[in-house]
């Protein structure tokens, strides 16, 4: 959209310095129709959630040590990766190969997009797809064997009985101390934010090994790893491997690891997202999502006096708004690509020290084969 200099926004929920709710354009939030503020609220929402997941997979890592777990010594997650695990259908299994740093936010990006649907995606309590952990102290960071998906399983295992361990902690500090100052990173009520039991069950495992610095418009031929855990009680069936039949590219363990492209394992786990929907509900409910104070004053601002209540994903009429809009689609199309570019741009600048490294230690080695040929000629 744009505002009266004709200068491109993305329309949000906005307390101006006169204390009325706009669109923080030039619209009061008081003049919106009931759809217009349904699609706002909507598109807002899309917004905080891109940018969000983005976050935590930009800013720095979780980084569990195997070594750590063999110790039974794992630290504690970081508060901002704790809560980052809740509502994740998977673990997500980056090897620190060379151009990890790189291929994290060119996963991200490729993985949100085929996972995201406008206006329709349940994004509510920090829900997505996965969440990326970068294990570290690896036999081998960049190939993957049987024995390192068993580390993985293993490693996974520790960190949930961490998440649990935290999670225990995390309540009763809540249920002791009033007023504490939270944020989305540390939300007061965690009632919504849970363990799904997809996490225990299923692991995806990636080497940048035949990572060859795609973008995430080229990236879904990528050879990735599904490994089953056999921690699957509290889904509604086992998982399979058998619908991927056709798809495989190897049988690390036939039945329980495979190798796949990366948009058949996303595809495969979006399936199993709606399979145990379809038997269980979606868990955290999204009727249980409560509004900001802000977004209930827009609300009876226009005359609302029923209840503002969810699911978010029913908001917004496909016929009146066919085409994605807002907030999230500016973030999608802005930002996403620019973050990408600049993660390109530094890995540019790390293969290129890389290089003048390793030029340095040829020089280095070529001179002291002359010399010591010299010193044999005399």
């Not at 399983?153 to 009763?172: H, W």
Request: net charge negative; charged share 25%; aromatic share 10%.
């Amino acid at each position: 959209m744009e505002d009266a200099n004709h200068k491109m926004y993305a329309p949000f929920v906005h307390r101006g310095r006169d204390g009325l709710l706009s669109d923080g354009g030039t619209r009061l939030l008081s003049e919106f129709t009931r759809d217009e503020l349904l699609w706002l609220f909507r598109t807002d929402e899309e917004g905080l959630h891109r940018y969000k997941i983005h976050s935590v997979v930009a800013m720095p890592s979780y980084e569990p040590s195997v070594r750590d777990v063999a110790a039974n010594c794992l630290p504690d997650i970081p508060p901002y990766h704790w809560i980052d695990i809740c509502n994740k259908s998977a673990p997500l299994y980056l090897f620190p190969g060379k151009r990890w740093l790189l291929l994290r936010v060119v996963l991200h990006n490729y993985i949100y997009r085929r996972w995201f649907r406008p206006y329709r995606s349940e994004i509510d309590f920090l829900r997505f797809i996965c969440k990326f952990i970068i294990p570290q102290n690896l036999p081998d960071d960049t190939k993957v064997s049987l024995s390192t998906v068993d580390t993985i399983i293993s490693l996974n295992k520790a960190v949930i009985a961490k998440f649990e361990a935290q999670r225990i902690i995390e309540v009763k500090k809540r249920a002791a101390t009033q007023n504490l100052c939270f944020s989305w990173s540390d939300p007061e009520n965690l009632d919504p934010y849970i363990l799904q039991p997809l996490f225990r069950a299923l692991v995806i495992i990636i080497s940048d090994e035949k990572y060859n610095k795609e973008p995430s418009t080229a990236l879904g031929n990528l050879p990735v790893y599904l490994a089953r855990t056999g921690v699957e009680q509290e889904l509604s069936a086992p998982i399979s491997f058998e619908p991927l039949a056709a798809k495989i590219i190897s049988h690390i363990e036939p039945g329980r690891v495979i190798q796949v492209t990366l948009e058949t394992a996303i595809d495969f786990v979006i399936g199993l997202e709606a399979r145990e929907a379809a038997a269980f509900g979606l868990r955290p409910d999204p009727t249980d999502w409560k509004p900001d104070e802000d977004m209930l004053e827009a609300w009876r601002s226009i005359g609302e006096t029923e209840p503002l209540v969810g699911p978010n994903s029913q908001w917004v009429d496909d016929k009146r708004y066919p085409q994605w809009t807002g907030s999230g689609k500016y973030n999608e199309a802005s930002l996403m690509p620019r973050y990408e570019k600049t993660a390109f741009w530094m890995q540019g600048n790390r293969d290129a020290r890389e290089e003048r490294y390793e030029e340095t230690q040829r020089a280095a080695a070529d001179a002291a084969r002359e010399s010591a040929a010299g010193s044999h000629g005399k």
